[in-house]
DNA sequence: GACCGGATTATG
DNA sequence: ATAATCCGGTCA
């Protein structure tokens, strides 16, 4: 597989959110290749979106956000799971796309639907962070899709501190797709 | 240098 | 419903 080129990821994050359901991550791991497509994605859009990490502006953490689109962002949260990010903007602008659920096309062990859990299915960790997923060489890697998914839109999950910023129908999943996470109670009723 | 609170998940 | 569990951001 081939990886998508840094104009395809230099984008506003609204547009590359969208854009990646239905493409393909490529880890390379020990003991083989995994390839997964994505089926959720959230758009995080730099530091006036209250709801993004861009939020606190240039930071030890968020620098990776703040560099070159096509890099990978991940992050840890609540002490225990990883989340894989992409990082998108034309300008360094701080936007990134939260990836929370692919399917499996090779074999993957465990769950692959929700943010944390895809991450430890794949093995992926912020070890990863700052990957450049535009190269072959790096271990993980995106690759184009083959086919247009019919996407499901709807406000982003676990975001509900963000105001306004979490009505935002910033979440971009396909309509077709089983592998998708499933909302967490906090997030139901949010308007 | 202490404290607070998460872009979540597993379990009761 | 709630515990688990780390660290970045904030304030002193």
Redo the contacts with the bound molecule.
Sequence with gaps: MTPLTRSFFARDAVVLARALVGTFVVVRGEEGVQVARITET?A?RGPTDL???AR?GL????RT?FGPAGHA?VI??????D?F?VVGGAKERGH?V?VRAVEPVTEVVG?TS????LTRALGITRADNDADLTSAKSRVFIAPRTRRPRITITPR???A?AGEWALRPWRFSDADSTHV?RP???SIGLG
């Design positions: 959230e995080y709801a993004c990490h606190v930071t030890k953490r968020t956000m962002y840890l949260i609540y002490g225990m799971y989340c990010n990134a939260l769950s929700g943010p944390g859990r999950v676990g975001v501190y996470s967490s109670p906090k």
